[in-house]
């Protein structure tokens, strides 16, 4: 099996803040408008971005950028600054625009790359596209605890023609009913449109509430488009849909406990992947559960495992309920005008159909320095079915992805430069 092997030019445009490639940047401090103590609702030994006295250590000025740095793991839960209720180190800095209006803190952060991707094999393809996405979000203390609102959206479903992009050896839903091989679709319109509460239960001790019509259930890390290590990487990982593809699914009730540098959740949702159109809302009957467990062992390393059963995720396999298992671990490390955020991800899935297995490994590793230069590197390991070799065309009546060969399909990714368009 070859190795992935393709150019990509990418262009962050910067903006608002627009966590662009420039990933660990984000505002100037005139973009700012400070909220006064009076404005700001606080709770009593309660840290978070709508704290008066959380917000001398919640924001730390670096130059030209503003970054979210809670204290301690209840404090970064609250900032839900994540997809879903995922977690990354402490210590990871989340960039966005905030301003107070009223007892609301709002918040807005986003990414978009425009890129000309040129593959050099008989497999590959070139194309000229956008990845994006954009998530304001907004809270307030609600009664004894915090609520708060969010929603995500991407223009990929314009920007991204033809319902996917080149990436070699990917495979996983469909483009015009048939098979996606060698390419990635793009994300919904509506990623995530949400609510949470969290209602704190003494100093260390967090009970959380999320509801979401469409969201992330409590199934693996971070998804890559919100990791900080892959935050200069413009298209989806290869190991996608053994790892973080949940992150756009439908009807999702999670409840979720934090105490110390510790939090258990658990997931109900809809397990069928979303269509092919990708502007609308999918809805379904909450069919799939997940529940993970979360560890924050200190400020720069945070470690997750989850399970999840899923009932029906792809629509080429309806009678196909899978069984997902993911863990891994991340560590972040500050330093003058930037950071070194790593993740290490494995994913498995097997169908309680037919028992088959497939296994996907990364490693993504996103260094800033020098406030706004990145180098990024990314190395994976993935299986594939024969579904990749038969192409985009129809499946044969009665394939079953347990016959014929699996494939390990091995990638290396890097990028290295400026992640800023001036002019």
Not at 37 to 44: K, L, T, V
Not at 171 to 194: C, K, N, R, S
Not at 341 to 361: E, M, V
Not at 400 to 415: I, M
Request: proline share 7%.
């Amino acid at each position: 099996m070859r190795f992935r092997h393709s150019w990509v030019l990418a262009i962050a445009l910067v903006g608002t803040n627009i966590q662009t490639t420039r990933a660990q940047e984000g505002l100037t401090p005139g973009q700012i408008e400070k909220p006064s103590d009076s404005q700001q609702p606080s709770m009593r030994g309660m840290q978070m971005p709508a704290c008066a006295e959380a917000n001398k250590r919640v924001m730390q000025h670096d130059h030209d950028s503003m970054a979210m740095l809670p204290e301690d793991f209840v404090q970064y839960t609250l900032s839900h600054t994540g997809s879903g209720t995922s977690a990354q180190p402490v210590s990871t800095p989340a960039p966005m625009l905030m301003t107070m209006k009223g007892s609301w803190m709002l918040m807005f952060h986003a990414n978009v790359f425009i890129l000309d991707e040129q593959q050099s094999s008989p497999r590959g393809g070139d194309k000229f596209f956008s990845t994006n996405w954009f998530m304001p979000m907004a809270q307030r203390k609600l009664g004894q605890g915090v609520f708060t609102t969010r929603v995500m959206l991407s223009l990929e479903p314009a920007t991204v023609a033809n319902r996917r992009y080149p990436l070699l050896f990917q495979q996983g839903e469909t483009a015009f009913g048939v098979p996606i091989a060698d390419g990635q679709h793009p994300h919904d319109f509506i990623m995530e449109l949400a609510v949470l509460y969290d209602l704190k239960l003494g100093e260390k001790s967090l009970l959380s509430f999320y509801f979401a019509p469409t969201g992330d259930p409590a199934i693996g890390p971070a998804a890559y488009a919100h990791r900080a290590s892959a935050s200069e990487n413009p298209v989806g990982t290869l190991g996608h849909h053994q790892e973080d593809s949940t992150h756009i699914a439908d009807d999702v009730v999670t409840v979720g406990f934090t105490h110390g540098i510790a939090r258990v959740e658990a997931s109900g949702f809809h397990g069928r992947e979303p269509d092919e159109f990708r502007w609308g809302i999918d809805q379904g009957k909450i069919d799939s559960w997940s529940t993970r467990l979360t560890m924050e062992p200190g400020k720069n390393w945070s470690g997750q495992y989850s399970y999840a059963r899923i009932a029906s995720p792809e629509a080429l396999f309806p009678g196909e309920d899978q069984e997902r298992m993911t863990a891994s671990v991340m560590y972040n490390r500050p330093f003058h005008e930037g950071s070194w955020a790593n993740t290490l991800l494995w994913g498995r899935t097997r169908s309680l159909q037919d028992n088959s297995i497939f296994n996907s490994y990364t490693f993504e590793s996103t260094a800033r320095f020098r406030a706004r230069n990145h180098l990024w590197t990314r190395i994976e390991s993935a299986q594939r079915s024969n579904e990749l070799i038969l192409g985009e065309s129809p499946l044969p009546p009665g394939l079953r992805r347990a016959s014929g060969r699996r494939s390990r399909v091995p990638a290396t990714s890097s990028v290295l430069g400026p992640s800023e368009v001036t002019g």
